[in-house]
């Protein structure tokens, strides 16, 4: 399960990159340069999250336009409540593209 939440994770973030790579470059007064992978988590989860309120449930990530890059809402690992946490979802994120998380 968790090789296979690395290998989404790492899909969503390359995927993402080649779709906005200029709204980046843009949004960042222009100049080219890569984000860190807790700065993508978190504006990944910001997408998901509607209500601002640290937790995604099932129809909020199926509102969101990442149901464009994950098509498994279990892929995100909700908790057992049914809600991905924020801090779970950016320490999973981070962990797969650090050197650990590639070598797993």
Do not use: W
């Not at 700065?39 to 509102?63: G, I, P, Q, R, W």
């Amino acid at each position: 399960m968790k090789i296979r939440q690395a290998v989404i994770l790492s899909g969503i973030a390359f995927s993402t990159a080649l779709m906005s790579s200029a709204a980046f470059a843009g949004g960042c007064g222009g100049a080219g340069h890569a984000h860190s992978a807790q700065e993508m988590a978190e504006k990944y989860f910001a997408s998901m999250d509607a209500n601002s309120d640290s937790v995604v449930s099932e129809a909020e990530f199926k509102a969101s336009p990442m149901t464009k890059f994950v098509k498994n809402f279990d892929a995100l690992g909700p908790n057992a409540e049914g809600l991905v946490e924020k801090e779970a979802f950016v320490k999973m994120f981070v962990d797969a593209h650090s050197d650990k998380g590639s070598n797993a």
